[in-house]
């Protein structure tokens, strides 16, 4: 798998980049924790995932650019989910979200065919699509209140904390409704999340009129993938974004944590218009083996590292 994907990018002019696994800042996601550790009595944290640093090096030099490496993610593990994985990340100057969608499906589809698992199927569904089959409702457009009396009507388990967060809501109902109603037997992009969950993507007004972030996620089943996006390229903006992700962590008593003051200058120095997707290398492995869990093609997971 690892050979083929070097070759997919080298024939594309795609190069190969190789930066830091710990640094002094970290993301300010409330839904991601990152594994600490400290040098010279100050923290620092395993990335998450290369995308900071990968961003700086396309400020500094606007070449289209991919890595893969580890990534470390506290409080995940699972049947899909190990604290230490493998990410494939790359980004493509000049590359709108729907460019870099279809060379994903291309990469997959090479993939796939090397493993005689081809033709690939990839049918994509805006958000509201998945959301408006899967449930009748529009996502863009009902309350979190709304959402908890579909989830009562229907005798969907509601977790704790939901009452008021849409964007929970919406993340939780995409799990419990959207995904099981994706074809089991397919890969299907679903794009144009709600601008709430923009994180750092830019966001555009859709064909409705609606404002939307410019996000993507490649799905097999139900199984996420990839996830990708139009790149935010303001910094102002950006900054203020990490600030509301370090509110919410502080509403969910979480740890406040230190922006990432050398990816913000980046930005402000420049960062070329591109789009860029992380994929799941572990999750691809077990469809290229056909294997039922993470495990099953780690050398040593978690429990045996």
């Not at 499906?105 to 408006?132: K, T």
């Not at 959207?178 to 992009?189: I, Q």
């Not at 799905?219 to 900054?239: I, K, T, V």
């Amino acid at each position: 798998m690892l050979q083929n994907i070097r070759a997919f990018f080298d024939v594309r002019g795609v190069l190969e980049v190789e930066t830091p696994l710990m640094s002094a800042a970290a993301t300010t996601d409330p839904h991601l924790n990152s594994f600490v550790t400290r040098y010279h009595n100050r923290p620092h944290y395993l990335n998450t995932s290369p995308e900071f640093a990968m961003k700086r090096l396309l400020a500094s030099h606007g070449q289209a650019i991919y890595q893969v490496c580890k990534s470390f993610r506290a409080d995940e593990l699972g049947p899909v989910h190990n604290p230490e994985f493998t990410l494939l990340e790359w980004y493509r100057p000049g590359f709108d979200m729907f460019q870099l969608m279809q060379e994903l499906g291309e990469l997959v589809s090479a993939l796939m065919q090397a493993q005689a698992r081809g033709p690939v199927e990839i049918v994509s569904l805006s958000y509201a699509e998945a959301f408006e089959q899967a449930t009748g409702h529009n996502p863009h457009a009902i309350s979190a209140q709304e959402w908890r009396h579909f989830a009562l009507e229907r005798g969907i388990e509601q977790p704790v904390g939901l009452e008021d967060d849409v964007d929970e809501w919406l993340d939780w109902l995409l799990t419990q409704c959207v995904l099981p109603a994706l074809d089991s037997e397919c890969f299907t992009y679903i794009y144009d999340y709600p601008a709430s969950q923009s994180a750092l993507a830019k966001c555009r007004i859709d064909e409705a009129g609606q404002t939307v972030a410019c996000r993507f996620e490649l799905f097999y089943g139900g199984l996420e993938l990839a996830n990708g996006f139009d790149e935010l390229q303001d910094s102002e903006e950006q900054r203020r974004r990490f600030t509301r992700e370090n509110q919410a962590r502080q509403a969910k008593g979480l740890q406040s944590i230190d922006i990432d003051e050398y990816f913000l200058s980046a930005l402000e120095h420049g960062l070329p218009q591109c789009s860029g997707v992380a994929v799941g290398l572990d999750r691809l492995l077990m469809l290229l083996s056909v294997s039922a869990a993470i495990e099953d093609v780690l050398a040593f997971p978690f429990s045996r590292s």
